[in-house]
């Protein structure tokens, strides 16, 4: 009776120590890479499994352009907000109570360092948010829903998700300050304001001038419709590569909803040109008509002037053409359905 009395409290005992030693060392794993424990073939199965008292977020992933997985890149730095804002306030990874602990690992698919942890998982598709909690037996996890709507809203959701899941209530969202963008934002406007202050007269010119207003909201207009805030907010990776790594992908193609962020410089350089050209239909071709309407002398030359107006006139209006073709074969690119050609090779249906 005493003998498994005492075997009872010994076994009590090293389970606490090991579960003590478990979060140690889950911590210490997870100092390395800045609060995210990386797992690979040799450690997931030391990282997940044996008896501990944490709770886990598993994050399966794959950022090889190679891979294309678009959703992985926007997930990428919303998973590390998240990590940094539990680390903000936790740095040993265990609640304000001490009552709970929670860590956060991470697989970035390499097919020679972290496949048997995918295979584990029974993961046939990227990204995965998976949740483990210490009651369960080594394999047993949920997985996390992830919004569609990316960004703050996407972190916001998972943290509440972790909250109601854990108990932890002291889970707070840290958003990083960017003291480099202030900085610039800072000097920037002090050199304006200085220049503006010591030419006066030339900032009111500049400031009444429609020229200037119209080239100004051209830019904004073809920023706007090319994609750029798309690319800010879903943080779209520049390019893809192919299955084998040997040839860039510059669109993703037959996909309306995703793009490249080297799709959106691609478009912002046709728009670009496409304005250019019709500006200059407007505005150019006739100032160089009046411009060579008298020769050097002064004497009336509408020959020559008639001449320069149908060259510019030809140049612009061919120039239009094939780079509009160039977007409609965009347009087809991004929507295998899309049935309107300006430019028709010989032998392309």
């Known amino acids: 009776m005493r003998v498994s009395l ?12 090991c ?19 990386k797992l690979t073939n040799a450690n997931f199965e030391k990282v997940l499994g044996g008896q501990k008292d944490a709770y886990l977020v598993v994050l399966l992933t794959s950022t090889n352009p190679a891979i294309g997985c ?23 990874g265990l609640s304000a109570d001490g009552e709970r602990a929670l860590f956060f690992a991470k697989a970035d698919f390499d097919a020679k360092k972290n496949s048997k942890v995918f295979v584990h998982f029974n993961a046939n598709n990227v990204p995965r948010l998976l949740f483990i909690s210490p009651e369960n037996a080594f394999g047993t996890f949920s997985q996390i829903n992830l919004p569609g ?8 959701a998972i943290m509440s998700a972790l909250k109601e899941a854990t108990g932890i209530a002291d889970f707070e969202l840290h958003q ?25 007269a030339l900032a009111a010119k500049l400031v009444a001038c429609k020229s200037i207003w119209g080239l100004g909201t051209v830019f904004i207009i073809v920023i706007w419709n090319s994609g750029y805030m798309f690319n800010a907010i879903r943080g779209s990776q520049f390019a893809g590569m192919s299955q084998n790594g040997d040839a860039v992908i510059y669109f993703m193609e037959g996909q309306q909803q995703n793009q490249f962020g080297i799709e959106t410089q691609i478009v912002s350089v046709i728009y670009g040109i496409l304005a250019a050209c019709t500006v200059g239909l407007i505005t150019f071709v006739p100032y160089a008509a009046n411009f060579y309407a008298k020769d050097k002398t002064g004497r009336p030359s509408p020959s020559k002037a008639s001449f320069v107006e149908m060259i510019l006139t030809l140049s612009f209006l061919i120039t239009l053409y094939a780079v509009y073709s160039a977007l409609m074969a965009v347009f087809g690119l991004k929507s295998s359905g899309y049935p309107f050609r300006l430019l028709r090779l010989p032998g392309k249906y």
């Not at 678009?70 to 040993?92: M, V």
């Not at 800072?186 to 006066?200: E, G, L, S």
């Open 6 to 17: 005492l075997t009872n409290l010994v076994a009590a005992l090293l389970a606490s120590v």
């Open 149 to 156: 709507e990316p960004g703050m809203t996407r972190v916001a």
């Open 19 to 37: 579960a003590a030693l478990s979060n140690q060392a889950l911590a210490k794993e997870a100092s390395k890479q800045k609060g995210v424990i």
């Open 176 to 200: 990083p300050i960017n003291w480099g963008s202030i900085a610039v934002t800072a000097v920037a406007t002090a050199v304006i304001v200085a220049v503006v202050r010591r030419n006066k």
């Open 70 to 92: 678009t959703l992985c890149a926007e997930l990428e730095p919303e998973f590390d907000l998240l990590t940094e804002s539990w680390l903000h306030d936790h740095p040993a």
